[in-house]
T-cell receptor, first 116, second 111 residues
């Protein structure tokens, strides 16, 4: 049971390049999230998904796209990277199932992205 | 939208001291989470609670639902406790899948 796995862990991009971050969870969780963490700003929600095939915008969605084609994977795409997207990105998942709708959150190890 | 405030923002302590970090929120929640992040590291869930008190080793978390307030206590602090501690809340009802985060408390424990 690996929990939540993010790849890659580090990446440097040139302005205008594209990339995809992968988040994979093996806990059969319904809810998955992508956050960015910037100094002094805390964690801000980019996009989230409440189930396979569904996605929704969070607080700071501009410049990002997501897909959840399989329940265990949540992909975050940057189509044309900008220096303002330099950040640490975290993926998280929550069970959200059952009578208790368990809301314990599990986080990936983070992806440190630099856009130059 | 729930507002989550943590205090203090920064905290420096000597090894062995008793530490308290506070968290307050503005609207009803289904659960409150305390998270730990070591410098350059990932985020680990320490506690999830919706009432009362939980204890894990030297860490204790309490919540007062009526006052919309939670505290994280560390007894006999140690340099390895140095980290950012983040409070987060899950919304109530249909929004219980949404987490709102505080900005974190940077704890430094000196030997």
């Amino acid at each position: 049971n690996a929990g939540v796995t993010q790849t890659p862990k580090f990446r440097v991009l040139k302005t205008g390049q594209s990339m995809t971050l992968l988040c994979a969870q093996d806990m059969n969780h319904e809810y998955m999230y992508w956050y960015r963490q910037d100094p002094g700003m805390g964690l801000r929600l980019i996009h989230y998904s409440v189930g396979e095939g569904t996605t929704a915008k969070g607080e700071v969605p501009d410049g990002y796209n997501v897909s959840r084609l399989k329940k265990q994977n949540f992909l975050l795409g940057l189509e044309s990277a900008a220096p303002s997207q330099t950040s640490v990105y975290f993926c998280a998942s929550i069970n959200g199932q059952g009578a208790s709708r368990n809301t314990e959150a599990f986080f990936g190890q983070g992806t440190r992205l630099t856009v130059v | 939208k729930n507002e989550v405030e943590q205090s203090p923002q920064n905290l420096t302590a000597q090894e062995g001291e008793f530490i308290t970090i506070n968290c307050s929120y503005s609207v009803g929640i289904s659960a409150l989470h305390w998270l730990q992040q070591h410098p350059g590291g990932g985020i680990v869930s320490l506690f999830m609670l919706s009432s009362g008190k939980k204890k894990h080793g030297r860490l204790i978390a309490t919540i007062n639902i009526q006052e919309k307030h939670s505290s994280l206590h560390i007894t006999a602090s140690h340099p390895r406790d140095s980290a950012v501690y983040i409070c987060a809340v899950s919304g109530s009802g249909g929004s219980n899948y949404k987490l709102t985060f505080g900005k974190g408390t940077l704890l430094t424990v000196n030997p």
